[in-house]
């Protein structure tokens, strides 16, 4: 799984969506704002995108926060019911 994150400095559901990737053992790219890319680029890419952070997934758009633990949540629970079937 590769996941970019696309931040912003004093941003809560930035720092919360690093800390979770973080306590899952996952690893991520981060990208600040001004220092990595800029906002025009950023809207360039992912014009629908209006808050922060701006999260993707193997090249895929998920969304902020909520979706990517949503997503996550949902890899966890089909990982769990994979492992389940096997035995």
Do not use: W
């Amino acid at each position: 799984m590769d996941i970019i994150l696309y931040t912003k400095e004093n941003c809560d559901f930035c720092a919360a969506a690093k800390s979770l990737v973080r306590n899952k053992q996952i690893p991520f790219t981060e990208y600040k704002l001004n220092e990595d890319f800029t906002k025009q680029i950023l809207q360039s890419k992912f014009p629908e995108a209006s808050t922060y952070p701006v999260i993707v997934i193997d090249n895929f758009r998920v969304g902020g926060f909520q979706e990517l633990k949503e997503t996550l949540n949902r890899e966890m629970h089909d990982t769990r019911k994979l492992l389940n079937e096997g035995n």
